[in-house]
């Protein structure tokens, strides 16, 4: 009986763990580092239900199940290290701060021939910095000319053509409404 209170100990923490990444997938907050909280809990939750299964078999089954174990660990590890091999880095054009918030133009494929530059919203520092888009440009467009800070929940981007786009930000969550998408490099 004791193993068994084991592994269901073992699997309600899974459990847990799978619904912290599931809350990270959702990012309410919209931290900036949340793909790397849910790429540390998924490969948490793959080792407790390996240890889970692994405490209520015996002999053969059990190295079975740590081999099974070991696959899944090793195929998680590539498919995160393959996604941050695509998702690439995004270079810091320019920043304007207020407080403790920044707006910040970064340029979104900085080895490709047109790079795509964006506006993003930034607070805080550290694993729990947040960041959220608020303006997201197209290719073959220039950076945006100008950025600022209305008021404390209004943020504003002007393009090199002369337009002039304005989102509201929630302080807490870092939500912006609305997020400025163009079609087109040559209009607003």
Request: glycine fraction near 10%; hydrophobic fraction near 55%.
């Given at each position: 009986?004791?193993?068994?209170?084991?592994?269901?100990?073992?699997?309600?923490?899974?459990?847990?763990?799978?619904?912290?990444?599931?809350?990270?997938?959702?990012?309410?907050?919209?931290?900036?580092?949340?793909?790397?909280?849910?790429?540390?809990?998924?490969?948490?939750?793959?080792?407790?239900?390996?240890?889970?299964?692994?405490?209520?078999?015996?002999?053969?089954?059990r190295?079975l199940?740590l081999?099974?174990?070991?696959?899944?660990?090793?195929?998680?590890?590539?498919?995160?290290?393959?996604?941050?091999?695509?998702?690439?880095?995004?270079?810091?054009?320019s920043?304007?701060?207020?407080g403790?918030?920044?707006?910040?133009?970064?340029e979104g494929?900085?080895?490709a021939?047109?790079?795509?530059?964006?506006?993003?919203?930034?607070?805080?520092?550290?694993?729990?910095?947040?960041e959220?888009?608020?303006?997201?440009?197209?290719?073959q467009?220039?950076?945006?000319?100008?950025?600022?800070?209305v008021?404390?929940?209004t943020?504003?981007?002007?393009t090199?053509?002369?337009?002039?786009?304005?989102?509201?930000?929630?302080?807490?969550?870092?939500?912006?409404?609305?997020?400025?998408?163009?079609?087109?490099?040559?209009?607003?």
């Amino acid at each position: 009986m004791p193993r068994l209170r084991r592994a269901v100990i073992l699997a309600v923490l899974a459990v847990i763990v799978g619904g912290l990444a599931a809350l990270a997938v959702l990012d309410p907050f919209h931290l900036r580092h949340a793909r790397w909280f849910t790429s540390g809990l998924v490969l948490v939750a793959i080792l407790l239900m390996t240890a889970a299964f692994a405490v209520i078999v015996r002999g053969i089954g059990r190295a079975l199940v740590l081999a099974l174990g070991a696959v899944a660990v090793l195929g998680w590890v590539t498919v995160v290290w393959l996604a941050s091999q695509v998702a690439g880095v995004d270079r810091e054009v320019s920043q304007v701060a207020d407080g403790g918030r920044r707006l910040v133009v970064v340029e979104g494929a900085p080895y490709a021939i047109d790079p795509i530059y964006a506006v993003v919203i930034r607070s805080g520092s550290g694993p729990f910095e947040q960041e959220s888009v608020v303006y997201q440009g197209v290719e073959q467009a220039p950076a945006p000319s100008g950025v600022r800070f209305v008021d404390p929940d209004t943020v504003e981007v002007r393009t090199s053509g002369g337009c002039l786009y304005r989102s509201e930000v929630e302080a807490v969550t870092l939500a912006v409404d609305p997020v400025h998408r163009p079609l087109r490099a040559d209009g607003c």
